[in-house]
């Protein structure tokens, strides 16, 4: 089973920035993406940004540019940095894992963004 802990949520200005991280634990894939998916009100959990232990990265198109994901392999750790936020990026953002060969995600609790003036 794989434990995943998420931190770095809150409350922002528009403009403002935060940094998720994500910590995985137990047992984890040896070959692995990591990412995000977030939850607007109202809304199905949508994907963010991922990336495999290589460090290849994706993104959804709206944050391109703003958002920039990362990872410390020996730390089984992910990062989202979130930069020019906007009210339309509020909502749960979950953490996975999964391994790379198929579609199988371990979730985390998830953890709150909100972005208002």
Same mark, same amino acid.
């Given at each position: 089973?794989?434990?995943?802990?998420?931190?770095?949520?809150?409350?922002?200005?528009?403009?403002?920035?935060? %940094?998720?991280?994500?910590?995985?634990?137990?047992?984890?894939?040896?070959?692995?993406?990591?990412?995000?998916?977030?939850?607007?009100?109202?809304?199905?959990?949508?994907? #963010?940004?991922?990336?495999?232990?290589?460090?290849?990265?994706?993104?959804?198109?709206? #944050? %391109?540019?703003?958002?920039?994901?990362?990872?410390?392999?020996?730390?089984?750790?992910?990062?989202?940095?979130?930069?020019?936020?906007?009210?339309?990026?509020?909502? #749960?953002?979950?953490?996975?894992?999964?391994?790379?060969?198929?579609?199988? %995600?371990?979730?985390?609790?998830?953890?709150?963004?909100?972005?208002?003036?």
């Amino acid at each position: 089973q794989v434990r995943l802990v998420e931190s770095g949520g809150g409350s922002v200005q528009p403009g403002g920035s935060l %940094k998720l991280s994500c910590a995985a634990s137990g047992n984890i894939p040896r070959s692995n993406a990591m990412g995000w998916y977030r939850q607007a009100p109202g809304k199905q959990r949508a994907f #963010v940004a991922g990336i495999s232990d290589g460090r290849m990265s994706t993104y959804e198109d709206s #944050v %391109k540019g703003r958002f920039t994901i990362s990872r410390d392999n020996a730390l089984n750790t992910a990062y989202l940095q979130m930069n020019s936020l906007q009210p339309e990026d509020t909502g #749960v953002y979950y953490c996975y894992v999964r391994p790379v060969a198929w579609d199988n %995600k371990s979730w985390g609790q998830g953890t709150q963004v909100t972005v208002s003036s």
